[in-house]
RNA sequence: GGUCGGAUGGCCGAGUGGCUAGGCUCAGCUCUGCAAAAGCUGCUACAGCGGUUCGAAUCCGCUUUCGACCUCCA
C-alpha cells in the first residue's frame, strides 16, 4: 500500500486517509479523567496515537493534535466524593476539586513523557470551555433535539435516531436501549432510557458548578468532546481517536450532538484501540485489576516481578497491532525488555559503522533483502499502522548489522545507497515514528573515565594472564549492573542496566 | 439476554486462499582464557466438526470456548 489506509469504525473497513484540507490533519484523541492516576491500560491509546500523529507528520502533513483533560464533571478520587456532604467542614478540610485535577494532570503528563509521547498541539480542560458547551447545548436545544427538565438538559435520542444513523459506530440497535433497565441516576427525568445528559442540576451540596440558563450545574460527559473538538479542529475533522470502551455511548454521544449542532457528522475517520487486558480480562477501574503507572515503573505491585522501563513497556504495545487486544504478563514484558536491548543495541551499532562508498553491492542477493526489508515498512505503516510488522522488518535487519561488527558479513555487501536506505529506515522507524528512546540516558563523562580505568587494569592483568583479577573485575562490575564485554578487536565495551 | 470481536507453535504475538512473520524461551555449533554479546542451525502452529476449492490457518456453516460493549471506563 502506498497511501495510508486507517480502518474507520464507522464504516468496519479499511479506508484510504484523505485529509480535508490537503497538507493538514485535525487529530482529537479522548484524554483522560484528571481523578485518579493512569494505569497501564491508559498508556494504549496515548501512545498508539502518538504513533499516528507522528506518522502523519511523518507524511508529510501538519498535525494539529488535541487532546482533552476531562476535569468537570461528578468527580471522587478514591472514594472521596466531590460533594461536600457535611456542609460545616473547614475550607481546608474540603477536596478542592482543583487541587486533585492539578495532581492527577502533573502525574499525567510526567509519566507520558516517560513513555516520550509528544505532547498535544492543544490539551483542552472541560472546565475552561463550559461557555462553549452551554452555547452547543442552546443550539441543539433550539433545534428542538434536547429538553430541560428540573435544571438539567436531556439530548432527545429518540428523535434523533428517527432522522439518523444513531448506533452505527458501535453497532446498537436503539429498541436495545430503549428497554435497558438499569437504574440510572436521573432516569425518571429522561423522556426516554436512551437520552443523556448534556447539561446536570448541580444539588446543593455538589462543589462543581458552573451558571447556566438552566441554574447552576456542570456539563454532561459527552458535550465537551463535542464542543471543544469543533472549537479547534472545526466542524467536521479528520481522525478522532480513542479505546474502543468509549464507543458507546461517549462517541455514539458526540456524534449525534454534533450532527444536530453543525448539521453534519463531525468525523470523517473513527480509529479505536483494543484494550490491554490481565489475565484474560480488560484492565479497568471497575474490575479492580489495575496497575498504575508509578507501580509499574517502579516495579511496586503484587503482580509485578520487576520494574519495567516505560519505553519497553512503549516497545510491548507496539509489538502488537493497536486493534488486537494485549495481555499483560511479566513473562511478556520480559520477553520486550530483552527483545528490545538487542534491536537498540543493533541500531547503536549501525549509528557507528561507516561505509567505504563503493556503490556495487558485493553481494546483490543481501543487498536485495535489505532494500525489500527497509520499503516494506512504508507499506505496513500505510497498512493501518502495523507497528508489529515493522519491528519485524527491524529484527530482520539486526542479524545483518550485528553480522557486519562482527565480521560475518562485510559492510560493502551493501551498496553505499543501500547502506544508507538502512541507516535511514532504522532512525526514521524506530526513533522518528515509533518514538523508541534508548533505555538509560547518556552516561556521564565521569562514569566513563572511571570504568576506562578499570577496563584498562583489567586488560592488564589479562595480558598477563592474570584471569582471577580479570574476572574479579568483570564479576564485580557485573553485580553493580555494568556488564564489560570484550570485542573481537581486543577492546571492551560495555553496557550499564 | 442483545450486539460485536477473538481462539495461532513452550510463551508473546503478525498475517494472507497456495510461497508456511517477528520476538522471547530451549537445544546444538562458531568465536572466546572463561564469560557475555554476536553469528549460524534446529524446534513448523493455526480450537473442533463439516462444506466450498486443484489447494484453507486464511472463505462459508455449525459446535465449543474466551472476551468487549450494553453503566463510569482508554
Redesign the pocket.
Known sequence: MSELHVHNSFT?QKEKFTSITPGYAGLYV?G??VSGESHL??S??YITFDVVQRYLRHLGYKVRYVRNITDAGHFEEEGREAIDKVGEKAKLEKMEPMEMVQKYTNLFHHAFRLFNCEDPAIEPTATGHIVEQINMIEDIISKGYAYEVNGSVYFDVKKYAASYPYGKL????LE??LE?T?E?DGQDEKRNKADFALWKNAPPEHIMRWKSPWGEGFPG?HIECSAMSSKYLGETFDIHG?????????HESEIAQSTIAHGHAPVNYWMH?N???IN????????NNVIKLSELFSGNHPLLEQAYHPMVVRFYIL???YR????F?N??L???E??FR?LW?AYAILQKLAHSGNTDAEDTELDQKVITWCNECADFMNDDL?T??V??NL??L??VI??M??G?VSIEALSADTFALLKNTFKTYLEDILGMQPLQAEQSGKLDSVLSLLIEIRTDA?KRKD?AT??QI?NKLAETGV????E?DGTVSYTIE
Open positions: 468496519r479522548c483522560p479523567t491500560g491508559h494504549r491509546p458501535s453497532g446498537r440497535v436495545d436501549q435497558t438499569r440510572l460527559w480513542g479505546g474502543m470502551d468509549l464507543q458507546f455511548p461517549h484501540n484494550m490491554i487486558t484474560g480480562k480488560k484492565m479497568g477501574k471497575s474490575y509489538q502488537t497491532h488486537s487486544t494485549l495481555d504478563s513473562e511478556a520480559q520477553a520486550s530483552r527483545a538487542r543495541e502495523n508489529a510488522k519491528l519485524a529484527f530482520e539486526a542479524p550485528n553480522g561488527k562482527g560475518q589479562k584471569f580479570s574476572d568483570r556488564q564489560l564485554k570484550d573481537k
